[in-house]
């Protein structure tokens, strides 16, 4: 598993699931793009995107068709608040698909764990074998108190904190935290069937995807289709952020000390509270993250940007690279949380991302899942 611990000052809880502010660091690693590039004597592939349900293929339950097209994936010119790993814009075009329209709930997850009795990352004892793969090398062992099967929760504040880079003084490992007791030990989900899933992992998600006959969305697809029927702006519903309460589950007041609770929710919400975007996608902003396919490199948007060239389904780096987390294997989640906060990366713009390790989960990451036409029986 991947967490960095804070023992006695010694150790630092081993995740960026909630950074959301980017270091300046100078990168000199290259991505490697495995995205298929149309070259200028191919252009013609671009008039074979699938844009409407084809003759015979009927609509999965719980999904809704995206149609296929053309979009500018990145940072918006008129976002202010675009991190440096959300640029440059580049020209993306993707496939039709069909996607669900909301998160997994728990709902949902507690009949797959029920029909294949799969066992969640945060449920298993921790390996420090593989630990410590990802750890710079002479990392000492963590106490065994802390080294037991359990999740990244949060905590509010009592004080304000001037130094939102630190996660650490919000973010805390809770020994028995998983999709059953979000909270730890004491905690439920009853009557929160129609709550998101959280303190999934990646491998988690991959597994439920495969259950159901599915798989994860590409970081184009889940932003194309996140945006709707809306062109450049920041938020799926358009740029206007002062009714943000009325759109999206997100962290009103002073991040992390005070929530004014204004959206009606301090923790997540039931899926369906707030209004769908127009493909009648609902949360893809707030609520809680949701994982994509794509490995997260940081050079990756730059590489696109370069070709000059659009990009046909594009699948993302072919592996990761983060500076600032060297040692860890991350994928790419979007859409920003309940915990999300304009003073504090305002990720429920679309074009916000983040990389997460793999094995990571916490309070405030889940996921939805999307099919391919041909990933569909007619």
């Known amino acids: 598993m991947n967490y960095r611990f804070k023992v006695l000052g ?9 950074q959301c502010k980017e270091k300046n660091k100078k990168t000199t690693e290259v991505a490697t793009s495995a995205t298929e590039i149309v070259k200028k004597e191919e252009k013609i592939a671009l008039d074979h995107i699938i844009k409407e349900v084809p003759k015979g293929v009927v609509t999965p339950s719980g999904m809704v068709w995206i149609p296929g097209g053309k979009f500018n994936q990145g940072a918006v010119a008129q976002d202010n608040g675009a991190m440096k790993h959300e640029k440059p814009a580049h020209k993306v075009a ?7 329209i909301t998160e997994v709930t728990n709902a949902q997850f507690k009949k797959f764990t029920k029909a294949t009795g799969y066992i969640t990352v945060a449920e298993r004892e921790i390996d420090w074998g593989e630990m410590k793969k990802q750890l710079p090398e002479g990392t000492p062992k963590p106490h065994d108190s802390i080294m037991q099967p359990g999740s990244l929760t949060f905590k509010k504040s009592k004080t304000s904190v001037p130094n939102l880079y630190d996660f650490s003084q919000w973010w805390k490992w809770t020994v028995g935290a ?39 969305p590409t970081e184009a697809e889940w932003e194309y289709a996140a945006r709707g029927t809306k062109e450049n702006t920041l938020f799926f519903w358009g740029d206007d952020s002062s009714n943000l309460d009325k759109k999206a589950n997100t962290w009103e007041g002073e ?78 989640i979007k859409g920003g949380s309940f915990l999300c906060n304009v003073s504090y990366c305002a990720s429920y713009r679309l074009s916000s991302r983040m990389g997460t390790s793999l ?4 309070e405030h990451i889940g996921f939805r899942t999307v099919a391919s036409v041909k990933e569909v029986k007619k």
Not at 191 to 202: A, F
Not at 313 to 332: D, Q, R, V
Not at 359 to 362: E, T
């Open 10 to 18: 010694a150790f630092l809880i081993l995740s960026v699931l909630i």
């Open 178 to 216: 998983n999709w059953r007791q979000p909270l730890g030990p004491g905690s439920s989900i009853k009557g929160k069937d129609d709550h998101p899933v959280v303190h999934i992992s990646y491998e988690d998600a991959q597994v439920y995807c495969k259950w159901i006959g599915r798989r994860l």
């Open 94 to 100: 993707v496939d039709g698909f069909f996607m669900d």
């Open 255 to 332: 991040f992390p000390k005070t929530n004014t609770k204004k959206d009606g929710f301090e923790a997540t919400a039931p899926v369906k509270t707030y209004p769908p975007n127009g493909y009648g996608l609902y949360d893809v902003a707030g609520n809680v993250w949701e994982w994509t396919s794509d490995w997260y490199n940081v050079n990756y948007y730059q590489e696109l940007a370069n070709t000059k060239e659009i990009a046909v389904n594009p699948k993302g780096a072919l592996k990761s690279y983060n500076p600032t987390m060297p040692y860890a294997k991350e994928k790419i």
């Open 359 to 362: 094995d990571s989960s916490a």
